[in-house]
């Protein structure tokens, strides 16, 4: 029944047990006073029986008020026992018994009870005002009663004295109604139906014992009607506390019952005028006086309507701002100057996990940080100084974390959750509105803004690949480190993996994102609890030796940790999208120096790093001065090749390729060189650079045309020559490196046959896949391809199947230990013989001495090139060896 109470059950049971009752004793002969003893008894244990019941069971401390209910019962009991001996004590000579007494009492429990079952209870609502109320009222009601049945009934009675003291008890109840009617009328409580019943209870026993008080008086036994009212609405009161209502409660209009005694007094000015002008003589005297106290009661009821329309927009008020700080989450509590928890305002619970009670009456400070107690304290503590010095004419006291805003002051602490964690709060203490003796602190959990802080720290200094500091952390982490403690001992670490692009290109980003993740614990296992690791950024990362760590930072432990990590990332591949990973690492040393700056520190890292780099990787080197040194010549040349392809400062040389057996000059290698100005600048110089920075792509576009042109020429005189062409891996994989080609042939004429384009081994190897589908598509075009260098690369047979090559090329470190060293003699007679039975030219490269021009051609090498046979020349130089030179050996 979702926990609602059935009335017809107590109803039932309450109704057929008082009917019996009353049966009963009607039926044994029993007179008027004892019918309604046995009717009030058992109707009275029934009410305490049914509100003690209720009371044991409350279901929502919000709605119900088991205080009150208890208060009710002892009433009820209380005055049961005066009902039950009244039959007794009404044979004694007294005109008010034991048994009045009694039932006195039972009334006055009664109305305390119908006070305090309406919120706010009401005693509360300002003893003088609801005194005067309460006898204003009653002392209408008593004038009225005066004037139709009191009077005449006082005009008989012999004895005064006695007349007044039977009156006692209705009065007593008539006052006790009066004062609680109002309060529970008003009230928006969901458990008025009970107040009301009690009210209701008060009202039949004060006309009740008025009926008894009057027979007594004129000698006659109450009438039973008048006996029977009580135990009816005992029987109400029996039921109340059961009856579930359904519907909101809709109070009486607050000016209305504040008005109520005033219309009392209103009626009775009015009944006690006409009463007396009807039986005096001095009429005009009455009127008068009498319009005079209704007009002031017509001002206070103008009054008293204007106070409860205020005192209803202070009512609303108080709602919102209370819904306000509930809907907030702040959490409000009221203290005295100690500390001392005095109120407890909505939200405790849910926030922090106690129950108001938990807190009552105990100090603030049993739930403070103890690190923050002496400020919390002082705070107070200023705030009680200053409530009698006023404020502060140059700003006021000082406040803790802010100032000061609209009279409360605001401070940060950590406040004691039922869990005993300490959470990060901000609280507002200000003196009291209604009270300047307590403090009004309301407090801000900030339990999540602090966690989101703290998330958005970690997230701006930590890398969310790789979990380790970024860089930021790990350059203010190098400058405190240098700040402090110096120079000595300190150094940083690079490291780079190498051949980690592929690995996005070939299994995507999220895998290579797993393999950095990979790196990094690999890492963070080699390096010491004292270093900082951190993701430098791509696939670089960067480590930091502290010169104070445990066991101290010398060269040698810093060379030592920069081997340890190559090994770490090359000794065993990575698993990444179901498959092995080989990857290699090139590492950088750098140490500080005095008067270094922690950035250029990290620049000379980052400097040796790169020169590993260049240096094949799988290695480590330390920073020396002269690297940066190359770097910034690195960089002024990088800087001067643009203008240089402008400027037309760039010029080709060829160097004959010749047949070894007839010396006749076949082909010609086109050499690039660049004269700035009168200043010669080595090809080994300005290739990188201009491979980094891309200006490689315009100028071997440029470099093709030219050569395509000048060997077109020549074949345009007879002459049957072909052109060779070193290529870069950045200028083949150019977006329109293949129709570049085709354009050139075309534009020159040249046939696709004559040209010969050549590749070393390394640019196969790094990115095999796009080159050899690049490779192949010039292949279609008829051109004819080369692999240079041959013998130093990686996987070479495994391409020559791969790719459909027409000449490998000899390196001259094969060649030049020819005659002199067995083993690269046995190699290069290996490697001839290996492109002979694949049907490929094979071309020596590097010749210098007649005995590696006799040995080459004993092993049946057909082409050749080097200084032994012709240097590089220009085209004017070309001319002159047209068919008619021969190869001229020297001794």
Known sequence: MNGRRDPRVPLTTAAGLGAVAVVVALVTGGSAPVVTAVAGVVTGLLAAISLIMAASRVVSAHRRQPGAWRWMAAGSLTWLLGVGVRPVADGTPFVLTFADLLMLVGSVLLAIGCGMSVKPPAFTRGVIRQAADAYLGAASVFAVAWVAVLGPAFRKAEDTGAFFVALALPVVCLLATCAVTPAVAASRSGNRVVGLAGVGLLTAITAAELATALARLDGDTPPLAAGLVVPAMLLVLAVAPWVHEDRPVRPLPAALTAATPLVLVAAATLVATLYAIGNSRDAALVIVAASVVLVLLGRLFVLLVETAGMRRLVDVGEQQLRRLAENTGDVVLVCDPRGVIQEVGPGLETTYGYCPDDLAFRPIFDYIHPEDVPAVQALLDRM????????????????????????????????????????????????????????????????????????????????????????????????????????????????????????????????????????????????????????????????????????????????????????????????????????????????????????????????????????????????????????????????????????????????????????????????????????????????????????????????????????????????????????????????????????????????????????????????????????????????????????????????????????????????????????????????????????????????????????????????????????????????????????????
């Open 384 to 891: 009680m100084d200053d409530e009698d010095d006023g404020p502060d004419q140059e700003g006021g006291p000082a406040q803790e974390d802010g100032a000061a805003q609209g009279g409360g002051t605001r401070i940060s602490c950590r406040f004691r959750a039922s869990d005993g964690t300490w959470r990060p709060t901000e609280s507002v203490a200000a003196r009291h509105v209604r009270d300047d003796d307590l403090v009004l602190v309301t407090i801000r959990d900030l339990s999540h803004q602090v966690a989101l802080r703290n998330q958005v720290t970690h997230l701006t200094f930590h890398d969310g690949v790789t979990g380790l500091p970024n860089r930021a952390y790990f350059e203010e982490r190098a400058r405190d480190v240098l700040t402090r403690r110096g120079a000595g001992g300190t150094a940083v670490i690079f490291l780079d993996l190498d051949g980690f692009t592929s690995v996005n290109d070939s299994v995507g980003h999220a895998s290579g994102d797993h393999l950095l993740g990979q790196a990094a614990r690999r890492l963070r296992s080699a390096v010491r609890a004292d270093d900082t690791l951190a993701r430098w950024g791509g696939d670089e990362f960067a480590v930091l030796l502290e010169g104070g760590g445990s066991g101290g930072t010398d060269a040698q432990t810093a060379i030592d940790l920069a081997e340890r990590l190559v090994r770490a990332v090359s000794n065993e591949p990575f698993r990444v999208a179901d498959r092995d990973i080989a990857l290699t690492a090139s590492v950088g040393v750098a140490f500080a120096e005095e008067d270094l700056p922690p950035g250029d520190l990290l620049r000379n890292a980052d400097v040796a790093m790169s020169r590993a780099k260049e240096l094949g990787g799988r290695r480590m080197e330390v920073f020396a001065t002269h690297m940066h040194a190359d770097v910034l010549r690195r960089l002024e040349i990088a800087s001067d090749l643009q203008r240089a392809l402008l400027e037309n400062q760039f010029a080709i040389e060829y160097q004959p390729v010749v047949d070894l057996a007839t010396s006749q000059v076949t082909a010609v290698e086109a050499l690039v060189r660049w004269w700035r100005g009168s200043t010669f600048v080595p090809p080994e110089q300005f290739l990188g650079p201009a491979e980094d920075t891309g200006i490689i792509v315009p100028l071997s576009e440029w470099i093709l045309r030219e050569a395509c042109r000048e060997v077109a020429a020549w074949r345009a005189s007879s002459w049957d020559i072909g052109l060779a062409l070193n290529l870069s891996a950045r200028q083949i994989m150019a977006p329109r490196f293949v129709e570049t080609v085709a354009e050139a042939l075309s534009e020159s004429g040249l046939p696709a046959s004559v040209l010969t384009l050549e590749v070393i081994e390394e640019m196969l190897v790094e990115d095999a896949g796009e080159m050899i589908s690049r490779l192949s598509e010039l292949r279609t075009l008829g051109v004819r391809l080369a692999i240079d260098d041959f013998g130093t690369g990686y996987a070479s047979l495994a391409f020559l199947r791969q790719l459909p090559v027409d000449m490998i090329k000899i390196d001259p470190s094969f060649v030049s230990g020819l005659g002199r060293d067995d083993t690269l003699t046995l190699l290069t007679k290996t490697i001839v013989q290996l492109g002979n039975d694949l049907g490929l030219i094979v071309v020596a490269e590097g010749i210098e001495r007649p005995e590696q021009l006799d040995l080459l051609r004993k092993m049946g090498c057909t082409r050749g090139q080097g200084y032994l046979v012709a240097r590089p020349m220009t085209a004017r130089g070309v001319d002159s060896l047209m068919p008619s030179t021969t190869l001229q050996n020297t001794a």
